[in-house]
């Protein structure tokens, strides 16, 4: 997926994301970030992805950005929610993500 140049297209908000941590049986953390979007239209695909390491290390904040997809075709031009969900190994230090180019941050909470 590219990235939206000059801004996103979609609206988002800090309050509708959450990052959930777990553990798998091995011991293993994770976290599940979860968020809603208004697009301007149907159509629109999103997705979290791993950002480039910060300059400054911040063991405690998993850096993540957003990427859009604009539909293709026709498609209805009416304000639609989009999901957008994913899953990232952490470590025990991490108490925060940031997805940065929305600067959204959302604290870790326990599932």
Known sequence: MAEQAGGPA?????????????????GRRSVRV???????????????????PPIVATPEVLHLKLV????TGTVLTVVTDTGV??????????EWVLIRN????????EE
């Open 102 to 109: 929305l600067g959204i941050n959302i604290p870790v909470t």
């Open 10 to 26: 979609c609206e988002y908000k800090t309050e509708h994301f959450k990052a959930t941590e777990y553990r798998a049986s091995g």
């Open 68 to 71: 859009e997809q604009k539909p």
């Open 85 to 94: 969900e994913g899953e990232f190994p952490i470590a025990d230090e991490v």
């Open 34 to 52: 979860k968020g809603v979007a208004a697009c301007p239209s149907s159509g629109f695909r999103l997705a979290l992805e791993l950002a480039s």
